[in-house]
């Protein structure tokens, strides 16, 4: 059974602290993508990445930086994090042979007070 | 900027009824078109998808409707059942920078009553 897994379901963090975010899939994908879901803006890319290393601006990047050692890792890092970036995280990965399926994780709640 | 207009934002139907949503885009650029489910507490699964050099295409209850010329494409869902309650988003995919992304709809949350 393929897998996308989310180091937290629910997180909670300071304004100006730095945050991690890891995602691990299993299946072996080259893609990997991170998204920020909002009630009413749907889902906008942040950052993804085709192989280790190598990274893409997304939509709305400002604010984010990622970091892919390993093909089967890929982390969101908020420098300082901010009020405006409580949102629903989503992790997801996808072969480049079917880059239309993505395979998202459960996504991570962060709360930034 | 919004490449993907997705419409209702919401959408309740009874049971037997058949949900459409709609989603329209401009950018030409795009070269498939996929559909995900999300139920609540979960990610996003990709439900179907389609190419733009075909104009429908079933997957048991669901078919997407593909007008090129208009830049429109739809999802249907027949004999809808109250486990088809979830959010569904319409997306696009293109090749930017070095590989393919998704643009996403914003989303149409589908309500099918018992």
């Known amino acids: 059974d393929v897998k996308v897994t989310q180091s937290s379901r629910y997180l909670v963090k300071r304004t100006g602290e730095k945050v991690f975010l890891e995602c691990v899939q299993d299946?072996?994908?080259?893609?990997m993508f991170w998204y920020r879901q909002d009630p009413g803006l749907g889902l906008r890319l942040i950052y993804f990445?085709?192989?280790?290393?190598?990274?893409e601006k997304g939509d709305i990047p400002e604010g984010y930086s990622v970091s892919r050692e390993k093909k089967e890792r890929f982390s969101l890092i908020l420098e300082s994090a901010s009020t405006n970036q409580t949102s629903m995280y989503l992790c997801?990965?996808?072969?480049?042979?079917?880059?239309?399926?993505?395979?998202f994780g459960p996504g991570t709640r962060l709360t930034v007070l | 900027q919004q490449q993907v207009k997705q419409s209702p934002q919401s959408l309740i139907v009874q049971k037997g009824g058949i949900p459409i949503i709609n989603c329209a885009y401009e950018?030409?650029?795009?070269?498939?078109f996929p559909w995900y489910q999300q139920f609540p507490g979960k990610g996003p699964a990709l439900l179907i998808a389609?190419?733009?050099?075909?104009s429908e295409k079933k997957e048991g209850r669901f078919t997407i409707s593909f007008n090129k010329s208009a830049k429109q494409f739809s999802l249907h869902i027949m004999d809808s059942q109250p486990g088809d309650s979830a959010t569904y988003f319409c997306a696009a995919s293109d090749f930017a920078g070095s590989n393919y992304k998704l643009t996403f709809g914003k989303g149409t949350l589908l309500t099918v009553n018992p």
């Open positions: 389609i190419r733009p050099d075909v």
């Open positions: 990445s085709y192989d280790v290393k190598m990274k």
């Open positions: 950018n030409t650029a795009f070269d498939y």
């Open positions: 997801a990965s996808s072969l480049t042979t079917r880059f239309y399926e993505q395979f």
């Open positions: 299946m072996d994908h080259e893609n």
